[in-house]
Every structure is written in structure tokens, then in C-alpha cells.
């Protein structure tokens, strides 16, 4: 199978320039490039650009996807909207990584899957993931956690690191989340076991009385100074950093903590993992078991309802028999079959002894049709 590999980068804060645009085609005369994206594949050759000084200078995210199982997302968000320290816990291996440049915050997701050689579609797949950084800015950390649980399934971790604070909502995936689960291949056992100390996700939309109260107490040049940032049109993060602050103070003023858990160790996760795999399989052996049951019951319930309308009619059943392998046509054979196990399970429901002698006279009748006496073989009679 031929490389592939696909490349796409998208402006979310503000577009491209002209002058940048022409930057980027500088380096691609087949890419396709907008004022928020750029975006190409590659069936053979390399991409000549840079992802890492991209993401710093043009773009706001970006996903690169290859046919030999590498998977990389990336995000970059305002360091005020999301600081170094809060991410660095989270990111803690090879496959989740976080940096400050020019004060935005670059995070870096890798999966790496050795079989490779599947068949990818990178377009569209970014566009399910992007809204991750809109989560992130306001405060929700699940998509961190989700990079940190990869970390310690790929081995990245010591056994005995401990986790990061768990965030709420483990078990109440958004789609994006959904997608970044499957996009990074992060086990969902161990995810379900991680999420068993994961409280259940509180409204993340800022309710508009509390949000009038808080306003009430902010200075009013502070205010006035949000009004003009908003109105200037160049502040499309202002939202989240207000949400982000209002939460803080409000938290601090009702003294409120949050509920603090025994961290598990990466050791106790994996194994918690793979209990959680263990029940998971056991409970889909056992429905299952239980749906072939039923449907073997239907079944038995279907044949005897069928040998219930034949019963009494053997001996014409036995006279068509002769006539289907007089035809001596092979496609005939499938219907002598099937009727001679009819005669075979009406016998048993009487005296099988009775069926067992007709069917040796019948063998011996036909001993020179081989494809005939073979199929009987095959079917036991």
C-alpha cells in the first residue's frame, strides 16, 4: 500500500492575512488555502513546512493523519484562557505534550497504532474535534485527561505515578470528546474505570442571574474597559476568560472547595482497566448466550410447528424423494436432503428404528450416485 498522509491547519482567532496566506503557499502550490485553513495530502513526498512553527505563528489547530497508524492533534489557546501549570499535569508523556510560546499555550496529542496500513479520511475529522478548545478555554479539562489516559496506556508512565485531578463528566462524553477518544484510541475500559471517580457534570453554561450578580461587583472600569474590547471586535476569547474568572471568585467567595479523592496510581488504573474489560465481556457472553437461547427456542418452536404439518404424509414425502433423484439434476439433491431429515425427525417423534432401515435400503438403491451418497454422508443420514 502507497503512503498517505494527510495535513490540515485551521485560524479560529483571527484570519490569515494576505501576506501570510502567500507565506503558506510558498510551500505547497497544490494545498488548499483560505484565511482559516490550509489543508493538503500527500500520496508520495513530504510536507515542507513546519507544524510546530505554524502553530505558533498562523494557526489555532491542527491534525495530521498517515496511513502507517499516526495520529496528531493540536490546540493552541491564550496562556490567560489556559496556563502551562493547569496542562502540565495531564501532560505528562510522549503522547501529551504542552509548551508556552509568545503566551499561547500549544498542546500536542500523538497516538501511534504499529499495525497501521488502515484506510484514513482525514477531511472533516478536525471539524469534529476542534470545539475541544472551546471546552478547554472555558475550564473543562476532560480533553487533557483523555491525553493523560493515553499516556498511561502506552506506557509512557511509571506504575507508581499518580493521576491528575480528575475532572467532572468522564462518563458524559460530548460528541468532540467521543471523537477524541476514538481519534486518539484511548482504551475505553480504562476510560470507563477512570470515570468511576469522575463526579457527574454540573451545567458548564454560567447562569444569567448569577452572571448579573458577579457583574455587579466587578469596578465599573474594568467593565467599561471589557465593553471596549467587545466592541472592537478583536477579543473573541474575552467570554471564556470572564466565565473562567467568574467561577473563580464566585467559588472563593461561597468557599467552596472542591471534593478532594484519593488519586489512583497508574498500576491501579490499568488493572481497574482491565477488570473493567473483564466484566465487559462477560456481560456480553452472557447476552449472547442468552439471545441464542431464545433464538434456538424460536427455532425448535418453527420446526416443530413444520414436522407437526407433516406428519402423517411420510410415504409421499418418500415418493418425491424417489422422483427429485430420478431427475438425476444435482440442484435436486438440496431439496432430497431436506426432506429426508424431515423423514429422519418425524421418525425419531415414532420409532426411529423404522427410518434407519428405509434409509439403508435407500443408500443401497443409489449406491452408484456418488455426489448423491456423498452429500448423504456429509448430512449424517
Known sequence: MSEYQYYEFQAVDRPLTAKEMAELRSYSTRARITPTSFVNDYAWGNFKGNEDAWMEKYFDAFLYVANWGTHVLKLRLPVRLLDVATARPYCAGERALVREKGQKTILSFASEDEEGGEWIQGEEQLSSLISL????????????????????????????????????GLAQLSASLESLVEFLRVDTDLLAAAAIASPSLVNIEADPAAVREWLAQVPIAEKDGYLAQLMAGNEGALASELVQRMRRECRADRGVSEMVRKRRTVAELLRAGEEAAGERERIAAEKAAKEKEQRDRAAARARAKHLDQLAGKEPALWEKVEHLVATKLPKSYDQVLGLLVDLRDLAARKDAAVFRRRIEAFRTAHARKPTLISRLDKAGL
Open 133 to 168: 478548545r472551546s471546552d478547554l478555554a472555558r475550564g473543562d479539562l476532560r480533553a487533557l485527561y483523555l491525553g493523560w489516559l493515553l499516556c498511561a496506556q502506552s506506557g509512557d508512565l511509571a506504575d507508581d505515578e499518580v493521576e491528575p485531578p480528575v475532572p467532572a
